[in-house]
């Protein structure tokens, strides 16, 4: 059960989620979107919030900074949040414009949101769970994009309903979070899409 757990944590780990989202983006859209504009967008992403912040990751463990890729301690979490909220600044300043997507665009804006407010409650301590924010913003974005569309993506929405209760689950079960930063996760993740949609939907 903990090697299941375990792989639950990697895969929906939250460096994944703007990936994630943006390939969703383009499997849902009903729009004609050219391979230009998707590649565009797909690989900048990919490189601006994968592989530049496993990069961090390793410079930061090998300085000490760090010791693990959860950053159990609230002291840990700060120069990685640091990082990926610039990353995801440079997302939207410098990735979507160029190829802009409305859909796409608010997404990250939801996403920086929920990055900053995690950042804010670091400093009064408290240690809130990157995986339930990550997972519960693209959960909610699925159900916004299914409004928008108009179109039926109810298994996708059934499957990360259920993705969000297995990564819940992983980080009570490898006791990484409390039940309140759990819960405090998951209403970052919903409430950083919901605010963004008034701007698009």
Known sequence: MKLFFNAISYIFHPIFIPIYGTVA??????????????????????????????????????LGVV?????????????PIYIYITLLLLVLLKVIPNNYIAE????????????????????FNFKTSLH?????????????LSIHFEINLLMGICLFALILGLVASSRIYLKAHTRPELVIGLLIGLLSQLLTVRFWL
Do not use: D, H, W
């Not at 590649?39 to 912040?53: E, H, Q, V, Y």
């Not at 010791?67 to 120069?79: A, C, G, T």
């Not at 796409?104 to 400093?123: D, H, K, N, P, S």
């Open 104 to 123: 796409l665009y608010f997404f990250f804006v939801g996403l920086t949101g929920a990055a900053f407010a995690c950042l804010i409650l670091l400093f």
């Open 67 to 79: 010791k693990s890729i959860f950053l159990s301690s609230i002291q840990e979490r700060k120069y």
């Open 132 to 144: 339930l924010i990550g997972v519960s913003s693209l959960f909610m974005y699925l159900i916004t």
């Open 25 to 62: 983006y383009f499997l849902s859209t009903p729009k004609y979107t050219p391979l230009e504009a998707q590649s565009g967008n797909i690989l900048p992403i990919f490189i601006l919030t994968i592989i530049i912040p496993i990069v961090s990751y390793l410079i930061l463990r090998n």
